[in-house]
């Protein structure tokens, strides 16, 4: 298909696009944390380093209690407002308590089909690691108004650094590696907690605080159960956490969607929308200080659309700016527009979540609803090819709803619907697919990083652009080409793959740390950019790094990531020769 010339006209079928609110759309109903003057006087004093501190800290008292008290300061100065949060407030930490998870196995058994030896030790520490990540929400936040943690009945693995409460969409990578070392109790528990979620919401939030009950983030919930499906065969689970699965569907279905007319054809996409008049709590004076200098109805729109790319999980990438040319990095996160973008990967994500419903009535004897979802992901995979293929390039793009046009930068999510198997109506035309693809990502030269495949080729400062790589992307891109019918390709998703165990591998064994993301450009260090600091964990990162050890158990090797690792990290001839001359030692030995 040519330039999107055909298109019509474009109606949201959720609530309209934002420009001036009739309410107010708080975070959650919280005027202690999520709005209010309180929120607002103890984040703009920056007495935490982290701003997610304060909106983690538990209240002493009962919040009227603890309003009246800040009512009556007789200052804002900062050791006024540090006595203040030390006399009403605990924490944070004090809700949520590491345990060890009584499903954890030292010795999975895929760890004997590793024949690295030296990946194999690494493969052991990382399982080991699911003890340091596991956490527990305690009792007392199912009956108490003083936390901010919304509480799960069961445990969970958490990312680790700063993030101590589960995420949402990180969870389904994180799962892939507990299935991999055998925690299927604690599996289970994740996903029993987020159809506790959709019960209560209708939805699963971004993550375990009620700041974030107002967003949530890719739907992996469906993926998640066939994921636990497919190692335990549990199909009565299946049926019991499965209308969850479809409330959580129904709600994208009629609160993220977009109607697009493309000449004589219908077709419903998705997009991410998240509503909120006020800055993110957590983040409140990075997105406070952003609006300054707007008008009332500019704060709104910035307000949501921040929110909005934290719903995405790509929290922040040049991916959702409008425009090029921007007089500095704060002028650049001003213009985010995601909530008038069509995102490629949401809606590969949908179309396998169609496909998982369209198995599971299946296997549940629901011939009827089975054939309901096999027609939704028929029509999706032709809406992704006549609204986000672009033919000339051959690629997939976002799609922008102001200039009715393709968003035509690469991301390493327009792979996506590679990943998904949704990426052509007719199986017939993979091959001529795929190559288009493969062939656009060769021109890019985004397989010649030493470190992995980069997000994006534009230097932005955002932490979801180069020269940054992440677990889930690199996962989704080198699962995509070992889904190709090419050997060749098959071929490339091993090199990816050992690229991608070389850096975690040698970032763990030079600094002790898994990391969120990663330099592509610089072996075994973490990435940079964004508005927090580098976290280590890394829950995602395990749960990759996992299967892809699993995988490719037999054709991943430290012995061939050090010696390449030494060629590519040079600091002098001299130290290069004596990297060198030691891996061939190594080799040899």
Not at 107 to 131: N, Q, T, Y
Not at 291 to 307: C, D, H, I
Not at 437 to 458: A, D, H, Q, R
Request: charged residues 20%.
């Amino acid at each position: 298909m040519g330039p999107l010339v055909g298109l019509l006209f474009i109606l949201s079928l959720s609530s309209s696009l934002v420009s001036v609110f009739s309410q107010d759309h708080h975070a959650c109903d919280c005027d202690v944390f999520c709005y209010g003057d309180l929120l607002h006087v103890i984040q703009n004093a920056s007495i935490f380093d982290d701003q997610k501190t304060y909106t983690d800290l538990n209240l002493m008292f009962d919040k009227a209690t603890v309003l009246e008290a800040f009512e009556n300061l007789p200052d804002y100065s900062e050791e006024t407002l540090r006595n203040f949060t030390s006399d009403y407030f605990s924490g944070p930490g004090n809700d949520i308590e590491q345990i060890e998870p009584s499903d954890w196995n030292c010795c999975p058994s895929f760890l004997d089909d590793i024949e690295d030896g030296a990946l194999r030790e690494w493969a052991e520490e990382l399982v080991a690691m699911w003890k340091n990540l596991t956490r527990k929400v305690n009792d007392d936040v199912k009956e108490s108004n003083n936390y901010t943690t919304i509480y799960s009945e069961n445990s969970f693995v958490v990312p680790g650094g700063r993030f101590n409460e589960f995420y949402y969409w990180d969870s389904y990578w994180t799962l892939k590696g507990l299935l991999i070392s055998e925690m299927f109790q604690t599996s289970q528990g994740m996903i029993l907690n987020y159809v506790d979620m959709v019960a209560s919401y209708g939805f699963v939030p971004n993550g375990g605080r009620i700041y974030y009950s107002s967003r949530t983030q890719p739907p992996m919930l469906t993926p998640m159960v066939k994921l636990y499906y497919d190692y335990t065969g549990d199909q009565d689970f299946v049926e019991r956490v499965l209308p969850y699965c479809e409330v959580e569907y129904q709600f994208w279905m009629r609160e993220r969607v977009v109607l697009l007319q493309m000449n004589d054809h219908q077709h419903v996409l998705n997009r991410y929308h998240a509503e909120l008049t006020d800055p993110r709590p957590e983040s409140y004076m990075h997105d406070y200080t952003l609006a300054e200098g707007l008008n009332e109805t500019e704060k709104v729109t910035l307000f949501s659309n921040l929110a909005t790319a934290s719903e995405s999980g790509w929290d922040f990438s040049s991916r959702w700016f409008n425009g090029d040319q921007f007089e500095d990095a704060d002028d650049a996160l001003r213009s985010t527009n995601i909530m008038n973008i069509v995102p490629v990967d949401l809606n590969s994500i949908l179309c396998v979540v169609e496909d998982n419903l369209a198995t599971f009535h299946s296997k549940l004897g629901s011939s009827f609803k089975a054939s309901l979802y096999r027609g939704a992901v028929k029509q999706r995979k032709e809406a992704i090819q006549e609204i986000l293929w672009n033919e000339e390039d051959g690629m997939w793009y976002d799609f922008d709803l102001d200039t009715l046009s393709h968003r035509n930068e690469y991301f390493l999510s327009n792979i996506a619907p590679m990943w998904a198997q949704c990426h052509t109506v007719d199986s017939g035309d993979n091959d001529e697919v795929e190559e288009k693809v493969v062939t656009y990502m060769e021109e890019k030269g985004l397989f010649k990083y030493p470190g992995g495949i980069p997000v994006s080729l534009t230097e932005s400062g955002q932490q979801w652009d180069f020269p940054n790589a992440w677990p889930p992307l690199q996962y989704m891109a080198i699962e995509a080409l070992d889904s190709c019918n090419s050997d060749e390709y098959k071929d490339l998703a091993l090199e990816q793959a050992q690229k991608w165990t070389r850096s975690n591998y040698l970032g763990y064994k030079n600094h002790g740390m898994m990391y969120e993301k990663y330099d592509v450009t610089r072996v075994g260090t973490g990435g940079t950019g964004g508005e927090y600091e580098l976290q280590a964990g890394f829950g995602w990162t395990n749960g990759v790094a996992l299967h892809f050890l699993n995988k490719y158990s037999d054709s991943v090797y430290y012995s061939r990531a050090q010696q390449n690792n030494a060629q590519v990290n040079t600091i002098s001839p001299v130290l290069t020769l004596v990297s060198l001359i030691y891996s061939f030692i190594r080799i040899m030995s």
